[in-house]
């Protein structure tokens, strides 16, 4: 298995730009979370979902950022407009059946400039 | 991935010798605890978990320990190796929900 898939690895962009991060989940797991990492606030968990469903999206900042999981094999985390504070490095991470680990993507790093 | 906080603890330890990771919780009804490593540049890896009902698990080179009258948590590395260099974290998942709240990491740096 190829684990969780998150694209793009690297994303430079402009205040004011939309930005979309994807990600592949681990095939089978029924659990996708969203998670945050900055320097100052360490890893933060935005949203999860359970089989597709959003569950939990109290800890997205504010309404410029959305998620999606259109199916189970795929979700966007969408920030528009973007803004400086914005730069961190966005980990996608899935699980089974909750009450176990989540398996981590490799990130991506946004800078926003 | 930027696993650096400007206030993150730092633990050195000689190559060879035994590490202790410690962690504080904060919720009383979590029940699940797992630590991750972060190597830099990656997302964190699962190193070993342990349910609410047990005090201790054993992994190979590591074990986890687990106080809830203090909500506290630790692990430990035997034998530490360079390749044990990272950030470690410690999360809890909140009985009832999947969510996962993670502790603000512990640097290990092993000295050759």
């Known amino acids: 298995d190829a684990g969780v898939i998150q694209s793009p690895r690297h994303e430079v962009t402009e205040m004011g730009q939309e930005v979309t991060l994807r990600c592949k989940p681990i095939?089978?797991?029924?659990?996708l979370f969203w998670y945050r990492q900055t320097m100052m606030r360490g890893l933060e968990l935005l949203i999860y979902?359970?089989?597709?469903?959003?569950?939990?999206d109290s800890g997205m900042p504010e309404d410029r950022f959305s998620a999606k999981m259109p199916n189970a094999s795929f979700s966007t985390l969408k920030i528009q407009p973007s803004e400086p504070r914005d730069s961190a490095v966005y980990f996608c991470?899935?699980?089974?059946?909750?009450?176990?680990?989540?398996?981590f993507g490799q990130g991506t790093r946004l800078t926003v400039v | 991935g930027e696993s650096v906080g400007l206030h993150l603890p730092t633990l050195s330890v000689q190559e060879g010798d035994n590490s202790i990771i410690n962690c504080a919780y904060s919720?009383?009804?979590?029940?699940?605890f797992i630590w991750y490593k972060q190597e830099s540049g990656k997302g964190p890896q699962f190193i070993i978990d342990?349910?609410?009902?047990?005090d201790k698990r054993q992994g190979q080179r590591v074990t986890v320990l687990l106080n809830k009258t203090v909500k506290h948590l630790s692990l430990q590395i035997a034998a530490t190796q360079p390749g044990d260099s990272a950030v470690y974290f410690c999360a809890e998942n909140i009985s009832g929900t999947y969510k996962y709240i993670f502790g603000t990491g512990t640097r290990l740096k092993v000295l050759a």
């Open positions: 342990i349910r609410s009902n047990m």
């Open positions: 919720n009383s009804a979590s029940d699940y």
């Open positions: 979902f359970n089989n597709n469903v959003p569950i939990d």
């Open positions: 991470a899935s699980g089974y059946g909750g009450g176990t680990e989540a398996f």
């Open positions: 095939s089978g797991h029924d659990y």
